[in-house]
């Protein structure tokens, strides 16, 4: 397959996977917010999403004051900036439209008519009636474009690359939304969470849950009631778990053996080292290192396989 097909299919993915990873990240914040609370956490949470997503000083320069509703409409409407709702799925389409050729049918028509239906929702204001509901969607056709992907595209190295993509961004969102939700509460994580952590309100962790789709998975796995390491523990370690990071870090695995990739490859010994420690990996000693710590190194070696893969199979950055 021809590098730069490999870099679009790659990228299409990563980009839609984005979308609906922001949609979660905007959902649980939205939701944590119609909780009592006083402003000043409020605005502790829309801060702490922006920081994590690494978006507070370019949302600052623009806008000035944290406020709930201008934050969502820099994650969702505006154009300019690269991870909002609206830029994922725009060049999501665009690249699906520089490989139309490498495409189905269903998944070429399924990446257009998402695009054309968000222009439409944001022009009508259906955003701003029902954000809840606009997030819904946008999860809605993430799932669509991955189950069509699956059922249609021959099973190949376009699809393995267009796996690659989702799961690498994946891996990378779950980080920051578990991240987002631990770094509200106050502590640096470079220790045992607090026992006021411990007791944090079980509507905060529902939410969580909730926003990867997790609370019923919670509660046939634990049995018991939502505890913050026990969250984290099924969001960074259970390979059952679709959103966790030991399953995502499977899946990228997977495929790369599947690219048929040189077993002295520097990305397959990055990413098999990556998971080797995510399969025999204990909550409890990430929490007595620190949790925030972990997750950012997380996220660092994610990227840096992710330019590793972009090296060896995509087409170069310069």
């Not at 796996?163 to 939304?177: K, Q, S, V, W, Y």
């Not at 010994?269 to 204990?282: C, P």
């Not at 409890?284 to 190194?297: F, N, P, V």
């Amino acid at each position: 397959m021809l590098s730069r097909t490999a870099d679009h299919l790659f990228w299409m993915s990563r980009y839609t996977e984005r979308a609906e990873n922001t949609a979660r990240m905007l959902d649980v914040n939205y939701q944590t917010s119609l909780l009592p609370q006083s402003e000043a956490v409020a605005q502790l949470g829309w801060q702490g999403l922006l920081s994590i997503s690494e978006l507070l000083y370019s949302y600052k320069e623009r806008h000035g004051e944290i406020q709930a509703r201008e934050v969502m409409d820099f994650m969702v409407k505006d154009e300019s900036n690269p991870s909002s709702i609206m830029s994922c799925l725009s060049a999501a389409r665009e690249n699906a439209r520089a490989v139309r050729g490498a495409l189905t049918t269903e998944v070429w028509e399924t990446q257009n008519t998402t695009w054309l239906e968000v222009k439409r929702m944001i022009k009508s204001g259906q955003f701003e009636q029902d954000p809840a509901q606009f997030f819904e969607w946008v999860k809605f056709r993430s799932h669509l474009s991955r189950g069509v992907t699956v059922g249609t595209m021959l099973i190949d190295e376009a699809l393995h690359f267009m796996r690659m993509g989702t799961f690498l961004e994946r891996a990378d969102n779950t980080a920051r939304l578990v991240d987002v939700k631990f770094h509200a509460v106050q502590s640096d994580f470079f220790g045992a969470a607090s026992e006021k952590d411990q007791e944090y309100d079980f509507y905060h962790w529902s939410a969580i849950l909730r926003s990867v789709s997790g609370f019923e998975v919670y509660r046939k796995v634990y049995r018991d009631v939502i505890k913050p390491e026990r969250v984290a523990e099924l969001l960074i370690l259970r390979p059952d778990m679709p959103r966790s990071l030991h399953a995502c870090m499977n899946e990228v695995l997977a495929n790369l053996e599947l690219l048929g990739t040189d077993p002295r490859s520097e990305t397959l010994r990055r990413a098999g080292k990556l998971r080797a420690e995510l399969e025999y990996g204990r909550i409890d000693e990430i929490l007595a290192t620190g949790l925030h710590a972990y997750l950012s190194q997380f996220l660092d070696r994610v990227n840096d396989i992710g330019a590793h893969i972009g090296r060896e199979f995509l087409v170069p950055l310069n």
